[in-house]
């Protein structure tokens, strides 16, 4: 699509039409701020204390996590609760799993790190952001829906929950009504077989 540059010589304008070529769009798409492509993947709230997050890196390159930290919200609270900051490098298409330093030990030998931000319920937010940025969360920030969320068939309590495959983009928006079944797939409570897949 032609772009319209305007000179201005004095009081003369002159007006010249110039195309944008191919190489001009690989140029400003690396001078473009970087995109995201971390989303959570998996959610596994089952029983006792067998809670783990997975974490997914959606693109071709690797990517460092410093500057993403992961954070839980309980019982409808605004403020966090509980934190993790992520350091290191995750590879192309690979995830990087964390798991309540109490879960059980088929679970824990799954994990990349121990947390108590996989200290959550049914009924806990958590959000992903990048400096003050929000790359993606799960649940509703500043709500509590009682024991868990529950939508279309899928419950956020005492269930393994994994993205859909066609979700490759976090979901941005923390404090907005949180519907499981748009973007997660039901299973069995203590299901750990995909993790870390």
């Known amino acids: 699509c032609p772009i319209w540059d305007f000179k201005i010589h004095g009081n003369n304008k002159k007006m010249f039409k110039t195309k944008i070529t191919p190489l001009a769009l690989i140029i400003a798409s690396l001078s473009a701020p970087a995109s995201a492509n971390l989303i959570i993947s998996e959610y596994v709230e089952g029983g ?43 590879a192309a298409n690979s995830t990087y799993v964390i798991v309540n330093s109490g879960s059980v030990d088929a679970l824990k030998a799954k994990a990349d790190e ?9 009924d806990d937010a958590l959000v992903l ?11 509703q920030r500043g709500v509590d829906p009682g024991s868990f969320w529950s939508e279309g068939g ?32 039901q299973f069995d409570q203590d299901d750990f077989d995909g993790l870390g897949v």
Request: charged letters at 20%; hydrophobic letters at 30%.
């Open 114 to 122: 121990e947390s108590g931000v996989a200290n959550f319920n049914g």
């Open 48 to 90: 006792s204390n067998n809670k783990a997050i997975e974490l997914y890196n959606t693109s071709t390159s690797d990517i460092s996590l410093d500057g993403y930290t992961l954070g839980l919200y309980s019982n409808g609270s605004t403020t966090v609760g509980n934190s993790i900051e992520l350091t290191g490098t995750l």
């Open 129 to 139: 952001t990048q400096g003050t940025t929000v790359i993606d969360s799960f649940g």
């Open 154 to 185: 899928v419950q956020t309590q005492n269930k393994t929950l994994r993205r859909k495959e066609s979700i490759l983009v976090g979901r941005t928006t923390p404090d907005a009504a949180f519907d499981p079944s748009e973007e997660w797939v």
